[in-house]
């Protein structure tokens, strides 16, 4: 099976790093978090996350990319992360976050003894190392940072979830913390559903030669692309750059700009009040029919269908 038309493209190769043990490292508390932010749910966002030396949690984190690309280091891996890219960080687990650019992240914490408490199979699930039985599978002795990558649809679903938690753990009163946990648990869910697996590690070299060009779509998405500008990226031949595009990434590089497109326009459905004509030129489409068309297409619903049914919430 080909790789993820949005398989984690990593802008270096990843290097050995030195391994701090967790008992020196420096653990995060919940008293740390600014006060608005209450035990034992929230969600907290991210602006430009820069580099962060290594630490751990008294509480366990769910991490979204929703900008930018960095390195996260789980003990002794360094993992490369980009948009749309999940992972799970256990209590206790000693990491970092290094060569970060544009950065945003949502971190979604949380006590997993008081989600457990709530039904048996919650309590299954939390009292587990990881979350989510996906990822890539690590050496004996070595410790996972358990990853995932959202396909555009799985993505989208997840923002708008993201949102509408954050708005109930917003609001005062026991009503609007139970639908802020019942959105969880539907976040949850959905992670556990509908997600892709990582590139297989052999598909590393390749992913490596295309980094630049994945960097360039993902910063001038709104504006025209070609395929010479993306070869010229790389210092190759347009055919040659065709041929170790789709080796990397499973598509052709075009149909990769195309989609990237399409998740940044669900994305912006989600979280701004631009109408579907705006989305759709704010994302590089010169036509909002021919936008909706392949927006329907991707994502087996209309935009404005969409956008309408999250508003509505």
């Known amino acids: 099976m080909p790789a993820s038309p949005h398989a984690r493209l990593p802008s270096v190769v990843p290097r050995r790093k030195t391994i701090v043990p967790a008992s020196r490292s420096r653990l995060m508390r919940w008293s740390e978090l600014p006060k608005r932010f209450v035990r034992p ?3 907290i966002r991210a602006t430009d996350h820069p580099a962060y030396p290594r630490h751990r949690h008294e509480f ?6 929703t900008r930018g690309s960095g390195m996260m280091l789980f003990e002794s891996r360094s993992l490369p992360i980009r948009v749309g890219d999940v992972f799970v960080i256990a209590r206790d687990q000693n990491h970092a976050y290094e060569e970060t650019h544009s950065l945003d992240l949502v971190n979604i914490v949380f006590d997993p003894h008081y989600i457990g408490s709530m039904h048996p199979l919650l309590e299954d699930w939390m009292s587990r190392h990881a979350l989510f039985a996906v990822g890539p599978r690590w050496k004996p002795g070595e410790a ?4 995932l990558h959202l396909g555009p649809t799985e993505y989208a679903r997840c923002l708008d979830l993201v949102q509408r938690m954050e708005g109930e753990l917003e609001r005062e009163g026991e009503e609007a913390r139970v639908a802020g946990f019942a959105y969880f648990l539907l976040l949850i869910t959905l992670l556990r559903r509908h997600c892709k697996p ?3 590690a052999g598909s590393a070299a390749p992913v490596a030669r295309i980094s630049r060009a994945i960097e360039y779509i993902d910063l001038n998405f709104p504006e025209r692309i070609t395929l010479d500008d993306l070869a010229a990226c790389c210092h190759v031949s347009r055919r040659h750059f065709f041929r170790i595009f789709e080796q990397a990434v499973g598509v052709a590089p075009m149909e990769y700009v195309k989609k990237i497109r399409l998740q940044k326009a669900a994305e912006m459905l989600v979280t701004t009040q631009y109408n579907v004509t705006e989305v759709a030129f704010a994302c590089g489409f010169n036509d909002s029919n021919y936008f909706s068309a392949l927006y329907h297409k991707e994502f087996g619903v209309p ?3 969409f956008k309408r049914e999250s508003i509505a919430g």
Do not use: N
């Not at 366990?60 to 990319?65: L, R």
């Open 41 to 43: 749910l929230a969600a």
């Open 60 to 65: 366990w984190e769910i991490v979204i990319v």
């Open 144 to 147: 996972p940072g358990e990853c």
């Open 198 to 200: 990582w590139a297989p």
């Open 303 to 305: 935009p404005s269908r």
